[in-house]
């Protein structure tokens, strides 16, 4: 669960957010590009890319504190 810039909480899961931000790349890809109809698109697109670098960032900071609190050293957990 993260919390949106509403303060809301958002359940919308790292998995769906993805899925969600792949169908919106394959589906540009796959034709020729609206600009006036494809903005909204592109636009959810940027936001899902957002939230996911956000959930990136705060997931990578849950394993450095964890990696911290049992001692493990960072570059030797990297080179596993």
Do not use: C, W
């Amino acid at each position: 669960v993260t919390v949106n810039e509403m303060g809301k909480k958002d359940s919308t899961s790292f998995g769906k957010n993805f899925k969600d931000l792949e169908a919106i790349v394959t589906d540009f890809e796959s034709r020729e590009i609206d600009l006036e109809k494809d903005l909204p698109k592109f636009e959810k697109g940027l936001q899902l890319a957002e939230m996911l670098q956000k959930q990136l960032r705060e997931i990578e900071n849950k394993v450095v504190t964890i990696q911290k609190k049992f001692g493990v050293d960072e570059k030797a957990a990297d080179s596993d």
